[in-house]
């Protein structure tokens, strides 16, 4: 069976690391996607000797970025503080456009750049990239990689040490899903598929995503394609959402689980 690994973001609200690791624990969760803040929030020794004590593995370290302010310091402290807690992948989070820029070819070619300066990093540290396209609604705000032909086309060039997540609130529409998931599967990069869900009506479109199984998005599909691709990782829960941010965060965890083990068979 597929394992489910909570992403901290659909729980944070209510919930700081440390309460959000025995949360896990108590569900018979051992792996965890972490973020780099709420780390700070509790102090990194902390937050280390408790992923520890839990026995927990870490999928993925959010995140490097953004990257449209670009630091080369900033880049490497992060990168580092992924490897101590043995991330599986790092995200890069490029950030939308610039204050007054409008050429997002140029914005693109500058990102692109920078992701090679990233890897550069990476690879001397030891830890792996991940590239997360985000829906084109966010392209101006949030991040200028907006489909995963894009992601494939950049990790072609770049070479070994980077892949892609698939986030299925972000990718649902993209007619050439399939055709992409491949692509990357058969390259083996596929780093990660982080499920939630699309709302109809949607009321924003950062905070308002959906528990799984109560919008319009086809997830078995999207799985399927997944495992055909050759991914056998674990289903994320990513749920950025004003309405479940503000419930129990035990009830949120419980019943995310259960939608899981009807949808893909995960555990």
């Keep these: ?45 902390d937050a280390l000797s408790a992923v520890q004590d839990f026995g927990m593995a870490v999928s993925g370290y959010n995140r490097v970025g953004p990257l449209n302010a670009y630091s080369s310091e900033t880049v490497e ?26 050429d997002l070819d140029s914005a693109r070619r500058r990102i692109e750049d920078t992701f090679g300066k990233v ?18 609604m966010v ?3 949030r991040s200028i990689i907006s489909s995963l032909s894009h992601a494939n ?26 055709t992409e998931i491949g ?9 990660g598929f982080h499920v939630n869900d699309w709302l109809i009506p949607t009321r924003h479109v950062l905070t ?5 199984g109560d919008g319009i998005i086809d997830l078995r599909g999207i799985y399927s394609m997944m495992r055909r691709a050759g ?5 994320e829960v990513e749920i950025f959402s004003t309405d479940w941010w503000s419930r129990d965060p035990a009830e949120v965890m419980d019943i995310a689980i259960d939608r899981c083990r009807k949808l893909f068979g995960a555990s």
Aim: glycine share 10%.
């Design 208 to 212: 308002d995503r959906g528990m799984m």
């Design 153 to 178: 086309t950049l990790c072609e060039a770049l070479g070994p040490g980077i892949g892609v997540v698939v986030d299925v609130y972000h990718c649902w529409w993209d007619e050439r899903l399939a």
């Design 119 to 136: 890897l550069d990093s990476a690879r001397k540290i030891g830890v792996k990239l991940a590239i997360e396209p985000l829906h084109p």
């Design 1 to 45: 069976m597929t394992n489910i690994v909570f992403n901290h973001a659909t729980v944070r609200e209510r919930a700081d690391m440390l309460t959000y690791l025995r949360l896990c624990a108590e569900r018979g969760l051992r792996t965890v996607s972490i973020w780099g803040d709420e780390i700070a929030k509790i102090g990194e020794k």
């Design 183 to 191: 692509r990357a599967g058969a390259a083996g990069r596929l780093f």
């Design 77 to 102: 402290a992060e990168l580092e503080r992924a490897s101590r807690f043995g991330a599986d992948h790092v995200f890069l989070f490029t950030g939308g456009l610039r204050d007054n820029e409008k």
């Design 231 to 235: 991914y056998d990782g674990p289903v």
């Design 139 to 141: 392209a101006g705000d």
